[in-house]
């Protein structure tokens, strides 16, 4: 079993370099900058068992009608004891992937809480590690 995963778009990869910067060896990145739902929704990621995991999806197809379904797509094939999903600046995005992660239990972090930098990365990715690793992510040691 891995500690942590994290999936989708550069968020999901920065924050993973944010993380790794505050507690050294991070956890495995399916990730790429620029990624839509759709594209992250046909990735063949191989399954996992981790214990948390961390998605990001929605922010670079804000408006794409088949959000919901690409989201949905993407979590049925995550495995993990907590996942969960960064909520996009976008609202209209957000609000659709909250209605996901609720669908499945999931937890939220919402990263309007956070000072955008151009309306889609926050300005700095210490506040998300941080709430990150008080959620339980830890890497190289026992989860919390």
């Known amino acids: 079993m891995i500690l942590c995963l994290m999936v989708g778009d550069s968020l999901a990869h920065f924050a993973a370099q944010a993380v790794r910067a505050a507690q050294g060896p991070a956890c495995r990145v399916v990730a790429r900058k620029g990624a839509g739902s759709a594209e992250i929704a046909s990735w063949r990621v191989p399954p996992v068992d981790a214990t948390f995991v961390v998605i990001s999806a929605g922010s670079n197809d804000p408006r794409n009608p088949a959000l919901p379904r690409n989201l ?12 969960a999903w ?3 600046y976008d609202r209209q995005a957000a609000l659709i ?3 996901v992660a609720v669908s499945f239990g999931d937890s939220e972090m919402d990263l309007a809480a956070y000072p955008a930098r151009d309306g889609i990365h926050p300005q700095s990715y210490a506040g998300v ?3 990150l690793t008080r959620w339980g992510i830890r890497f190289g040691g026992t989860p919390k």
């Open 129 to 131: 590690a941080g709430a």
């Open 86 to 88: 960064l909520l996009p």
């Open 72 to 83: 949905a797509a993407i979590r049925a094939r995550i495995t993990g004891k907590r996942v």
């Open 97 to 99: 992937v909250h209605r």
